[in-house]
Nanobody, 119 residues
Framework: QVQLVESGGGLVQAGGSLRLSCAVS????????MAWYRQAPGKQRELVAT???????NYADSVKGRFTISKDNAKNMVYLQMNSLKPEDTAVYYC?????????????WGQGTQVTVSS
């Protein structure tokens, strides 16, 4: 079982920045990939950014060049640095851990943190 706790959300004006943090209860050596998702009101949850165990990253087209995902292996933390925020970035942001263990894939989720970008 993996526990994830997000923090760092809040209200920010368009053009501003926020950094989201996700505390992970186990070592990254046991996790294949970490990701950030978001869900806006009335919309489906969408993938924002991923970072795999080797450190490679991928981003949704809508956030490329503005958001950066990173992780600190020593602290078991994952971050999402969000710059040049837009009102359309407003959503609940979720941390996700993807794990392959004993022949089965598992997905774990945090409780979410609200990000609101005002115009």
């Amino acid at each position: 079982q993996v526990q994830l706790v997000e923090s760092g959300g809040g209200l920010v004006q368009a053009g501003g920045s926020l950094r989201l943090s996700c505390a992970v209860s186990i070592s990254f050596f046991s996790i294949d990939a970490m990701a950030w998702y978001r869900q806006a009101p009335g919309k489906q949850r969408e993938l924002v950014a991923t970072i795999i165990s080797g450190g490679s990253t991928n981003y949704a087209d809508s956030v490329k060049g503005r958001f950066t995902i990173s992780k600190d292996n020593a602290k078991n933390m994952v971050y999402l640095q969000m710059n040049s925020l837009k009102p359309e970035d407003t959503a609940v942001y979720y941390c996700n851990a993807h794990q392959y263990y004993s022949g089965t894939y598992y997905d774990y989720w945090g409780q979410g943190t609200q990000v609101t970008v005002s115009s």
